[in-house]
């Protein structure tokens, strides 16, 4: 996994340089003042390469017809040249070949897409991986169906006792519905931002790219199976620039020194290859960067695109900024942040100026009059030890027949943010906070995040609380709602409270639990614990039994250096009982608040909805498990669950081939979406596929995701605190959807934290060792996932140099995803060259 003369590189393994064939190559093509493009045949007119847009008004009419379709494009960052939008019918994506097909989209927007004719769709072989018919996802998952199962290991070689420990962020209490790309939590993040050896004379690769066979379509169409063909489209109009048009790369001269251009343009190459180069003036590059071109050979700079012509392969750019060093966090850090449109400035003075500028600041005497005061109650948070933003506490108290009354207890960040305030305009663009593995960019400022709202221990907070009557068994008999003053008893880390649960009857030493206020002793705060962790196993069991769904993923955290900030050590977070207590909570809280709103508001609701699988990814799974004799029941999501729950062992290697199965399952699920209920007339539509319930929203988290705070103003209208918010269903809508692609953009950015993080670590650290398991074999490759860290790797069969293609040494346990016993690894090679690949030719394995 490292190597002497190794950079960090941020472009996929085995990906070339260039766009596809059917543009031609880089450097070769029309491009600004360049007079020698011009088309001999039509004199003083560039020659277009790209399809002019259709006009608003026919594309409107297509939508309406059914002749046109629109979709977000997902270009694959393995294989650029291929791109997708998901089927409106939930059948396999509608493929886009090529460039001059994607007619200047960029991945993430929204466009528009004609289908072509039928002989030009594409021809799946029927020995191709299925992942190579499919984009690869980016999808933002419902975190109930991730958490991890496999027992935590240390890398052999790390200090023991690191300078800080940099906790996984589950989205703190928000495990029931935040997202991990359970597909691959790291598929464009170790494999973007992954260590390898700098490919030098491969820079300027400008050599067309040979186009899959299996993308051209034979004229023998009549004999192919339906099975066999994937529709295929063209970009003819983009709804929304949803991408940010910004791109982190490098800078280099032009190749052709005599050329007009040169003069006046370098040319600046992106690390994410679904961008295209770009032409910056050379008025924007650094002054010496024509003389001395070398010395910025390894600066990241960040540039922004300004136009695309549809007479050039290129786009045009301004030069942004200088980032630094390549394969340095900070740089890199921000290079992520500004490529996914985050904004991570300072808040200005107009929106500072929106808080309560006399501090201390204490609640105003009116508030107790309007409040239920709870402050004498036995209240606590339960969080990472390293949060700073508490917005959920919770309560216990044991009732005299024995039920008990549990309160979530939620901070009230809508009192000190006004509606249409700049406060308010602020935390509705930036939609949620952004966790990174050294840091937090916050929705609000930290006066809000961190002081005024969050909820530390012995001060007195304005909440808002649902309270239930429950059983033992956790069965509702009463329910309150309404907005409160708490003061916490304590702070505890989900540390904490899982030695609390696991002490059932021992005391725990004073020294070995935070500071408990006066009022209320350390065993009273232990049997709350052990009240609710009751509770929660009930709440748990009943869900799982109503049909609920959770496929079980690895997270990673990272150990970092008090100093350097630099990763000392990663291990796979563990998901224990006091996340899963606090899960529980958040999740009867948000059902409750979206069955209250969704009752007084019907029109009104923003809600969270995730639709069940994909059809044909669904249907293409089951056959697989058939093909293997798997007896997995995918009719339903619970159904699901009880097959996964059932199917395997608990040994090691049973874990593994669960952890495969679990990774193809992910696959065919889509995102979960905020939306306004008013705007959706099918109610059907309005289910949690995951959680299988009819209504769910997010009321737990306000401090940092914005949908949560119109939440809390709706709940607030409607136990008649305040007006109805001013926002007609169509206008909730498109602030509903600005915060899915908020979201979307914060999972993205989390997971390239995270991978160039591991990047780094193993960069540093030299070669890791770790046990695999073969997830899929392609024609040139096969892809595995190093059990360790949870992370998936492609390893190219390019005869002896497959190993350190991969940059990683693997055992692999198995050369069949899910059958079999443990073979080595001489084993794998000779299964791989049964008819897949050879590894004896010497050919050169194309990166797919």
């Given at each position: 996994?490292?190597?002497?003369?190794?950079?960090?590189?941020?472009?996929?393994?085995?990906?070339?340089?260039?766009?596809?064939?059917?543009?031609?190559?880089?450097?070769?093509?029309?491009?600004?003042?360049?007079?020698?493009?011009?088309?001999?045949?039509?004199?003083?007119?560039?020659?277009?390469?790209?399809?002019?847009?259709?006009?608003?008004?026919?594309?409107?009419?297509?939508?309406?017809?059914?002749?046109?379709?629109?979709?977000?494009?997902?270009?694959?960052?393995?294989?650029?040249?291929?791109?997708?939008?998901?089927?409106?019918?939930?059948?396999?994506?509608?493929?886009?070949?090529?460039?001059?097909?994607?007619?200047?989209?960029?991945?993430?927007?929204?466009?528009?897409?004609?289908?072509?004719?039928?002989?030009?769709?594409?021809?799946?072989?029927?020995?191709?991986?299925?992942?190579?018919?499919?984009?690869?996802?980016?999808?933002?998952?419902?975190?109930?169906?991730?958490?991890?199962?496999?027992?935590?290991?240390?890398?052999?070689?790390?200090?023991?006792?690191?300078?800080?420990?940099?906790?996984?962020?589950?989205?703190?209490?928000?495990?029931?519905?935040?997202?991990?790309?359970?597909?691959?939590?790291?598929?464009?993040?170790?494999?973007?931002?992954?260590?390898?050896?700098?490919?030098?004379?491969?820079?300027?690769?400008?050599?067309?790219?040979?186009?899959?066979?299996?993308?051209?379509?034979?004229?023998?169409?009549?004999?192919?199976?339906?099975?066999?063909?994937?529709?295929?489209?063209?970009?003819?109009?983009?709804?929304?620039?949803?991408?940010?048009?910004?791109?982190?790369?490098?800078?280099?001269?032009?190749?052709?020194?005599?050329?007009?251009?040169?003069?006046?343009?370098?040319?600046?190459?992106?690390?994410?290859?679904?961008?295209?180069?770009?032409?910056?003036?050379?008025?924007?590059?650094?002054?010496?960067?024509?003389?001395?071109?070398?010395?910025?050979?390894?600066?990241?700079?960040?540039?922004?695109?300004?136009?695309?012509?549809?007479?050039?392969?290129?786009?045009?750019?301004?030069?942004?900024?200088?980032?630094?060093?390549?394969?340095?966090?900070?740089?890199?850090?921000?290079?992520?942040?500004?490529?996914?449109?985050?904004?991570?400035?300072?808040?200005?003075?107009?929106?500072?100026?929106?808080?309560?500028?006399?501090?201390?600041?204490?609640?105003?005497?009116?508030?107790?009059?309007?409040?239920?005061?709870?402050?004498?109650?036995?209240?606590?948070?339960?969080?990472?030890?390293?949060?700073?933003?508490?917005?959920?506490?919770?309560?216990?108290?044991?009732?005299?027949?024995?039920?008990?009354?549990?309160?979530?207890?939620?901070?009230?960040?809508?009192?000190?943010?006004?509606?249409?305030?700049?406060?308010?305009?602020?935390?509705?663009?930036?939609?949620?906070?952004?966790?990174?593995?050294?840091?937090?960019?916050?929705?609000?400022?930290?006066?809000?995040?961190?002081?005024?709202?969050?909820?530390?221990?012995?001060?007195?907070?304005?909440?808002?609380?649902?309270?239930?009557?429950?059983?033992?068994?956790?069965?509702?008999?009463?329910?309150?709602?309404?907005?409160?003053?708490?003061?916490?008893?304590?702070?505890?880390?989900?540390?904490?409270?899982?030695?609390?649960?696991?002490?059932?009857?021992?005391?725990?030493?004073?020294?070995?639990?935070?500071?408990?206020?006066?009022?209320?002793?350390?065993?009273?705060?232990?049997?709350?614990?052990?009240?609710?962790?009751?509770?929660?196993?009930?709440?748990?069991?009943?869900?799982?039994?109503?049909?609920?769904?959770?496929?079980?993923?690895?997270?990673?955290?990272?150990?970092?250096?008090?100093?350097?900030?630099?990763?000392?050590?990663?291990?796979?977070?563990?998901?224990?009982?006091?996340?899963?207590?606090?899960?529980?909570?958040?999740?009867?809280?948000?059902?409750?608040?979206?069955?209250?709103?969704?009752?007084?508001?019907?029109?009104?609701?923003?809600?969270?909805?995730?639709?069940?699988?994909?059809?044909?990814?669904?249907?293409?799974?089951?056959?697989?498990?058939?093909?293997?004799?798997?007896?997995?029941?995918?009719?339903?999501?619970?159904?699901?669950?009880?097959?996964?729950?059932?199917?395997?062992?608990?040994?090691?290697?049973?874990?593994?081939?669960?952890?495969?199965?679990?990774?193809?399952?992910?696959?065919?699920?889509?995102?979960?979406?905020?939306?306004?209920?008013?705007?959706?007339?099918?109610?059907?539509?309005?289910?949690?596929?995951?959680?299988?319930?009819?209504?769910?929203?997010?009321?737990?988290?306000?401090?940092?995701?914005?949908?949560?705070?119109?939440?809390?103003?709706?709940?607030?209208?409607?136990?008649?605190?305040?007006?109805?918010?001013?926002?007609?269903?169509?206008?909730?809508?498109?602030?509903?959807?600005?915060?899915?692609?908020?979201?979307?953009?914060?999972?993205?950015?989390?997971?390239?934290?995270?991978?160039?993080?591991?990047?780094?670590?193993?960069?540093?650290?030299?070669?890791?060792?770790?046990?695999?398991?073969?997830?899929?074999?392609?024609?040139?490759?096969?892809?595995?996932?190093?059990?360790?860290?949870?992370?998936?790797?492609?390893?190219?069969?390019?005869?002896?140099?497959?190993?350190?293609?991969?940059?990683?040494?693997?055992?692999?346990?198995?050369?069949?995803?899910?059958?079999?016993?443990?073979?080595?690894?001489?084993?794998?090679?000779?299964?791989?060259a049964q008819g897949h690949t050879s590894v004896e030719d010497g050919s050169t394995a194309q990166g797919p």
């Amino acid at each position: 996994m490292s190597h002497p003369d190794c950079r960090l590189n941020l472009r996929p393994l085995g990906t070339p340089r260039g766009v596809s064939s059917v543009v031609g190559p880089h450097g070769v093509g029309a491009s600004p003042g360049d007079k020698k493009a011009k088309s001999k045949s039509v004199r003083g007119k560039k020659k277009s390469i790209f399809e002019t847009y259709m006009s608003k008004e026919d594309v409107s009419e297509g939508l309406k017809r059914g002749t046109l379709i629109q979709g977000v494009l997902r270009i694959n960052p393995k294989k650029f040249h291929e791109a997708f939008i998901p089927s409106p019918d939930g059948d396999r994506d509608i493929f886009i070949d090529g460039v001059v097909a994607r007619n200047r989209a960029l991945n993430g927007d929204l466009v528009v897409v004609k289908l072509l004719p039928e002989e030009q769709w594409k021809v799946i072989k029927p020995e191709s991986n299925d992942k190579e018919t499919e984009g690869t996802d980016e999808l933002d998952l419902p975190k109930e169906l991730c958490g991890s199962h496999l027992p935590q290991q240390s890398v052999k070689g790390y200090n023991d006792s690191p300078d800080v420990i940099i906790e996984a962020q589950f989205d703190d209490s928000d495990s029931e519905d935040g997202h991990g790309n359970t597909q691959n939590v790291l598929v464009d993040g170790v494999q973007k931002l992954s260590v390898c050896v700098h490919d030098k004379g491969k820079e300027d690769a400008d050599a067309p790219i040979t186009k899959d066979e299996s993308t051209s379509m034979s004229q023998d169409t009549r004999v192919l199976s339906e099975k066999s063909l994937q529709r295929s489209a063209k970009v003819v109009y983009i709804l929304d620039k949803k991408h940010s048009r910004a791109a982190t790369g490098f800078l280099k001269l032009l190749a052709d020194k005599n050329s007009e251009l040169f003069r006046k343009y370098a040319l600046f190459s992106p690390s994410d290859h679904r961008v295209p180069r770009i032409y910056v003036p050379l008025k924007d590059c650094p002054q010496d960067f024509v003389t001395r071109p070398k010395d910025y050979a390894n600066t990241l700079f960040i540039c922004r695109i300004v136009d695309w012509k549809e007479d050039s392969n290129f786009a045009l750019g301004h030069l942004a900024k200088s980032l630094g060093q390549a394969g340095e966090i900070e740089p890199e850090t921000e290079g992520i942040l500004t490529e996914y449109g985050v904004d991570f400035s300072d808040f200005s003075s107009e929106v500072l100026d929106c808080l309560p500028q006399g501090l201390p600041w204490t609640i105003p005497p009116e508030e107790f009059s309007k409040r239920r005061d709870l402050r004498k109650d036995c209240i606590f948070t339960i969080d990472p030890s390293t949060a700073r933003d508490l917005d959920d506490a919770l309560s216990c108290k044991p009732l005299a027949d024995g039920n008990f009354e549990v309160g979530v207890h939620i901070a009230d960040v809508s009192y000190f943010v006004p509606e249409g305030s700049p406060l308010d305009k602020v935390a509705a663009e930036r939609a949620t906070s952004v966790y990174l593995v050294q840091k937090v960019v916050p929705m609000l400022p930290r006066l809000l995040c961190e002081e005024l709202c969050s909820l530390h221990p012995m001060t007195d907070k304005l909440t808002f609380s649902v309270i239930w009557t429950l059983t033992p068994e956790g069965k509702i008999l009463g329910e309150w709602f309404g907005r409160t003053i708490i003061r916490s008893c304590t702070k505890l880390s989900y540390e904490h409270a899982q030695s609390m649960i696991e002490s059932l009857t021992k005391k725990i030493p004073e020294k070995e639990l935070p500071p408990i206020s006066p009022e209320h002793t350390s065993e009273e705060v232990h049997q709350a614990v052990l009240n609710l962790h009751g509770i929660a196993k009930e709440l748990r069991k009943q869900r799982f039994v109503d049909g609920a769904l959770r496929l079980d993923q690895l997270k990673l955290a990272f150990t970092l250096d008090h100093e350097t900030g630099l990763p000392q050590g990663c291990h796979i977070y563990e998901y224990r009982d006091s996340n899963k207590l606090v899960e529980e909570f958040m999740l009867l809280a948000n059902m409750a608040v979206a069955h209250k709103t969704y009752r007084a508001f019907p029109e009104r609701a923003l809600l969270r909805r995730h639709p069940p699988p994909q059809t044909k990814m669904l249907n293409d799974l089951m056959e697989f498990c058939d093909q293997m004799g798997l007896p997995m029941d995918f009719s339903s999501a619970g159904a699901l669950n009880k097959s996964l729950t059932k199917t395997f062992g608990d040994d090691k290697y049973s874990l593994a081939r669960k952890e495969v199965l679990t990774n193809m399952c992910s696959r065919p699920m889509q995102m979960a979406l905020y939306f306004c209920s008013g705007t959706l007339r099918d109610q059907a539509q309005f289910r949690h596929y995951a959680l299988n319930v009819p209504l769910y929203t997010h009321f737990t988290s306000p401090i940092r995701r914005f949908a949560d705070v119109l939440v809390h103003r709706l709940l607030a209208a409607t136990l008649g605190y305040r007006e109805l918010p001013d926002l007609e269903p169509d206008a909730l809508q498109k602030q509903a959807d600005h915060c899915n692609d908020r979201r979307m953009a914060s999972k993205r950015v989390q997971e390239l934290s995270t991978g160039l993080f591991f990047a780094i670590l193993v960069k540093e650290s030299g070669p890791l060792e770790s046990e695999a398991m073969v997830l899929g074999v392609l024609n040139q490759a096969f892809d595995v996932l190093v059990l360790r860290y949870g992370v998936q790797k492609r390893v190219y069969c390019n005869t002896h140099r497959a190993a350190s293609t991969a940059h990683c040494a693997f055992t692999c346990v198995s050369p069949n995803p899910l059958l079999g016993s443990p073979p080595s690894l001489s084993a794998i090679w000779g299964f791989l060259a049964q008819g897949h690949t050879s590894v004896e030719d010497g050919s050169t394995a194309q990166g797919p």
